[in-house]
């Protein structure tokens, strides 16, 4: 087999492949829509299509992405800055649209969008999308503003939010992360440094990670830890939940150096998870911040990507000799 260094092109691209591919046919689905359909159809459409170009920027990072789709023959890709750009305003399209869209759709949407099934709630969900692409391009106060639309609540449930449905009538799918944790094989290990570096009594660990009865080691890595981060192979899996846009709005505080204003969002964190409050400062706020996305959001896709934003993958663990820490992945080979 290749070195470890290069096993990125032979293991984790055939899946950013397939996921690339896939996404890109749900925006064109929604072309369909955004031709034929009426204001609400456009408004859900565009949101749909933000979250799935920003879906493949995340993986592709400096590689950039195609962001022109709509006719016969792609566009080019366009960097990262530019594509960020696309979305942002894409999304603020769908704002309109929604806000001019009645108080109702005239198509049901999948059970994953309950309390956000009208065109005014729906516009919510938009809005924390707005939130987080805003915070990718680091603009802090459009983040802000975004949120003051959405529907971060810290009297919600952290749970409240948008989901992705599976089920298993024929059409459906299973929820792909579900594995019953102590099986003799499993695809997804947590790594020991997520127990490790938790912080005492913090319940995210025992809620997210189960202590399997015995240490399994694969091509060199061993853990004992498993995830029970979903339920059932039913459970739904969030797009966009109230716990990240508290931290959201803690990280665009943070990012605007009000570290009095991020305080009680990472407090209201660290307390819903069992844990004693602290102090914000200039040195400690942007580290607290990433660790309370760390267990908050653990396995919802997050981690690599706050940390590339921050420059901080250099402090991701590397196990194996000749092992390396990829900052994107690379185009498909068949989109180059």
């Not at 003051?148 to 409240?160: N, P, R, T």
């Not at 570290?259 to 660290?270: G, S, V």
């Not at 981690?303 to 402090?315: A, F």
Request: charged share 20%; proline share 5%.
């Amino acid at each position: 087999r290749p070195p470890r260094s290069t096993l990125f092109p032979y293991t984790t691209l055939f899946r950013s492949v397939r996921s690339w591919g896939s996404r890109y046919r749900v925006i064109r689905n929604c072309n369909i829509l955004i031709t034929e359909g009426d204001n609400g159809a456009k408004g859900f459409a565009r949101t749909m299509i933000a979250h799935q170009l920003l879906m493949n920027l995340n993986m592709t990072y400096d590689n950039g992405i195609k962001i022109d789709v709509s006719g016969e023959t792609p566009g080019p890709f366009v960097g990262r800055d530019k594509a960020l750009s696309f979305i942002s305003n894409l999304l603020d399209e769908a704002k309109t649209d929604l806000q001019n869209a009645g108080s109702s759709f005239s198509f049901k949407l999948s059970n994953g969008f309950a309390g956000f099934n009208t065109p005014a709630e729906f516009l919510k969900f938009n809005r924390g999308l707005k939130a987080r692409v805003s915070i990718y391009q680091k603009k802090y106060t459009d983040a802000l503003t975004a949120l003051s639309e959405s529907f971060v609540d810290q009297g919600a449930s952290l749970k409240k939010g948008v989901y992705l449905d599976y089920g298993t009538s024929v059409g459906d799918q299973l929820n792909p992360i579900y594995e019953v944790p102590n099986a003799t094989n499993i695809k997804l290990f947590t790594h020991p440094s997520f127990v490790a570096d938790a912080d005492s009594g913090d319940l995210r660990v025992a809620s997210k990670v189960f202590v399997r009865s015995a240490p399994s080691t694969l091509d060199g890595l061993t853990s004992n830890f498993g995830q029970t981060v979903s339920s059932s192979s039913t459970d739904p899996f969030p797009l966009l939940r109230n716990e990240e846009l508290i931290l959201i709005r803690a990280e665009a505080n943070i990012g605007n150096n009000n570290f009095t204003d991020a305080e009680p969002d990472i407090n209201f964190i660290r307390q819903s998870a069992g844990l004693s409050p602290v102090t914000l400062n200039a040195g400690n706020a942007l580290d607290e911040l990433l660790k309370q996305k760390r267990y908050s959001l653990f396995l919802e896709g997050f981690r690599w990507i706050d940390l590339r934003l921050y420059n901080k993958l250099n402090t991701l663990p590397i196990d194996r000799t000749g092992d390396i820490i990829h900052k994107e992945m690379p185009r498909p080979s068949t989109e180059n």
